[in-house]
């Protein structure tokens, strides 16, 4: 057998035994000039077999790497050592490949000493390298932990974490490898999505899930946790390698968010979102347990006060502390929201019964009893309250909220503190002020408002000393309306503002014709109600409408009704201070109609009294039937302020004011009420 291997050996060609090996094969001399190769060697340089024998080995290698090349070709013949070294060959293309060569001495008797080598193309090693590499990189840069496990039945030992994962966790490598990958569990938290997974583990499936784990120092963490299995050639799992992303900072904002869009910003009450929908809850419940309902819809008094006296922040006090207060009297499963301005929702559940709602409305009321302390200054802030009960009161949530507010309204009438409970009856009410808001809307946008005009004159000479506009509305079913019969829904729906605006807008548009028809100097009043001069911009608009007409600021007089500026004392010098500055005038409406604050009166800039209709009607020839009114005449002379007699009718009232020391009348007897045109036919005639 060993006589015909070496006679297979014997008669085989060198050269195709070179050939045949995979990798480059040489001998080189002492001098390092090729004395061997095979044909791969002539492939990878792409040198032909002549150049290849004139060269030496050193010329196929970089400049750059040339020395560490001859370095180890000397150790090889010096030291009589195997070398390998790892180097790039060039090509007859000016190309280069990576190799890994091995070479060991051959000395041959007589015939000297040779190296004899092999060359492996490292092309492929060096991509895998790169690639384990960048791998390898993309891992340790990764912004989210990154585990790999061991899959070994129930058990799944962790092999590999990331930097991230140390980060995160606050575990280190060292710490986490061998351990199972459940080690950071939040036990008896989130079960239902740590089931799910367990379940996808043992299904050998890809799952997704998010729960909350813990870190090495026991802070909770959200984890969105994808767990995807790693399979062998053969189609077995062997690793799990799961992705953490922690959205603990993501689940705070969310959280954040979502309590923005169903809170109040300012005293983080349900809004009327989060309302409707604890409400709806609350009667579902009820519906089940045949209990009821009770939706309480509360106003505070006095909070427009404060704000226009004290300014908005106190106003944003007396909100949070009024919240604090509702929030303390009621139990966990009631609802308390804040629908905006000073108007708050309780929505109480599980009412047993009317007796135990009675009593939970006195819980309300003793809280909101004491005094705040504003800035200092304590303040009583009442409510008026309307309460609705369901299922009497209405079936839905939408019927209780109305049928709530329709009793709150019927409350503002009852004084302060009034706790009205809803009834049939109040619906009329409610339906009929609707339906007058409606009207007034309309009205607004057809001109049926306009404007009659009634002069007041000197007493002794006649002289025209003002006028006054009356508003009226030309009601298309009920026919010419007078101030009194609309304007307190006016004011109660928010349309007295854009109302007053129009009467300010004709007023003004008449003091510039009668200044063209030469009555330059003729003042005209017009009537301000308290929701206007509250409005911020209430003066800069006046002086935006006088200065757009060209009127003489002297020649416009507002006229507040007495007890509008009584009852709050500093906004009226707030009020009469920037008029004057404007130069516009001041009157006091309605003056002798209640109590009188002369202290007030004395310190306000006020050009006019208009003493109340009621002091003059009561003027009757009788003795002594005048002695309110001369009582008043004789007020408005200590306080050396104009008094106007308003609604004079008859012959003997106005002899009875002149003889009083009353200075100018107004009213029938000296004229009806006029038209513009019939005004200007007026002042001409006189």
């Not at 190769?37 to 010329?59: D, F, I, K, Y």
């Not at 906004?571 to 604050?597: H, K, P, Y």
Request: proline share 3%.
């Amino acid at each position: 057998m060993v006589e015909s291997a070496a006679a297979l050996v014997g008669n085989l060609p060198l050269q195709d035994v070179m050939d045949l090996l995979a990798g480059t094969f040489y001998v080189l001399d002492e001098s390092g000039y090729f004395v061997l190769w095979n044909r791969q060697l002539e492939q990878v340089t792409g040198l032909s077999a002549e150049r290849l024998r004139s060269m030496h080995m050193l010329e196929l290698f970089e400049p750059d790497t040339r020395s560490r090349v001859s370095r180890a070709f000397c150790a090889v013949f010096q030291g009589d050592e195997r070398v390998q070294i790892e180097a790039r060959v060039r090509n007859a293309s000016g190309g280069t490949t990576p190799f890994l060569f091995v070479g060991s001495r051959l000395s041959i008797e007589g015939d000297g000493r040779y190296l004899c080598g092999m060359g492996v193309d490292l092309t492929r090693h060096y991509l895998q390298r790169d690639k384990l590499e960048l791998f390898e990189r993309a891992l340790l840069a990764a912004s989210n932990g990154i585990v790999i496990t061991r899959h070994e039945g129930r058990d799944n030992p962790i092999e590999y974490v990331n930097p991230a994962f140390e980060r995160i966790s606050g575990y280190t490598a060292v710490e986490a490898i061998n351990h199972d990958s459940r080690f950071m569990a939040a036990h008896d938290m989130d079960n239902e999505q740590r089931a799910y997974l367990a379940s996808a583990i043992a299904a050998h499936r890809a799952a997704t899930v998010v729960f909350r784990n813990k870190r090495k120092n026991g802070e909770l963490f959200w984890n969105h946790l994808s767990v995807t299995p790693v399979r062998d050639q053969g189609g077995h799992v062997t690793h799990f390698i799961g992705i953490i992303e922690d959205i603990t900072a993501l689940k705070q904002r969310t959280s954040q968010l979502e309590h923005l869009v169903t809170h109040d910003p300012l005293t983080g009450l349900a809004n009327r979102l989060l309302l409707r929908d604890r409400l709806e809850h609350a009667l579902q419940a009820a519906q089940r347990a045949d209990d009821k309902v009770a939706v309480i819809l509360m106003d505070l008094n006095k909070f427009k006060e404060i704000n226009d006296t004290m300014g908005h922040s106190a106003g944003d006090m007396v909100l949070k502390q009024v919240a604090q207060r509702l929030q303390s009297a009621l139990r966990e499963s009631d609802t308390v929201a804040r629908l905006g301005g000073d108007e708050f929702v309780m929505v109480l559940a599980a009412q047993p019964n009317l007796r135990y709602t009675l009593k939970m409305i006195e819980r309300i009321r003793r809280a909101m009893a004491p005094e705040m302390d504003i800035d200092g200054r304590l303040l009583s802030v009442g409510a008026s309250m309307g309460v609705a009960v369901w299922p009497d009161d209405g079936r839905t949530a939408g019927d209780l909220l109305h049928a709530a507010d329709v009793a709150m309204y019927e409350g503002k009438h009852g004084g302060p503190d009034a706790v009205h409970f809803y009834s049939p009856g109040m619906a009329d009410s409610s339906a009929a002020r609707q339906r007058m808001e409606v009207a007034l809307r309309e009205a607004l946008s057809r001109d049926d408002l306009y404007l009659l005009f009634q002069p007041h004159v000197a007493v002794g000479t006649g002289e025209i000393l003002g006028i006054e506009a009356l508003l009226r509305w030309r009601h298309p079913e009920r026919g010419e309306l007078l101030p009194a019969d609309f304007l307190p829904d006016a004011e109660e729906s928010g349309l007295i503002v854009p109302l007053g605006r129009r009467v300010l807008e004709d007023v003004c548009s008449t003091l510039r014709r009668l200044a063209d028809l030469g009555f330059a100097n003729i003042p005209i009043s017009v009537n301000a109600s308290s929701r206007e001069f509250t409005q911020r911009d209430y003066l800069p608009h006046i002086a935006q409408r006088v200065a757009h007409h060209g009127v003489n600021p002297s020649r416009l007089t507002l006229e507040m009704r007495e007890e509008q500026l009584m009852n709050n004392p500093e906004q009226a010098t707030r009020l009469a201070n920037g008029l004057q500055e404007l130069g516009i005038r001041l009157s006091v409406d309605e003056f002798g109609a209640g109590m009188n604050n002369l202290t007030c009166l004395r310190q306000l800039p006020v050009s006019q009294l208009k003493m109340t209709r009621q002091r003059v009607q009561e003027i009757n020839g009788v003795a002594g039937s005048g002695a309110l009114a001369k009582t008043m005449l004789d007020i408005g002379n200590n306080l050396n302020i104009r008094v106007v007699a308003t609604g004079v009718e008859t012959r003997d009232q106005h002899d009875f004011l002149a003889a009083n020391g009353c200075s100018s009348v107004q009213g029938n007897y000296i004229s009806q009420p006029l038209t513009r045109p019939a005004l200007e036919q007026w002042l001409a005639a006189h």
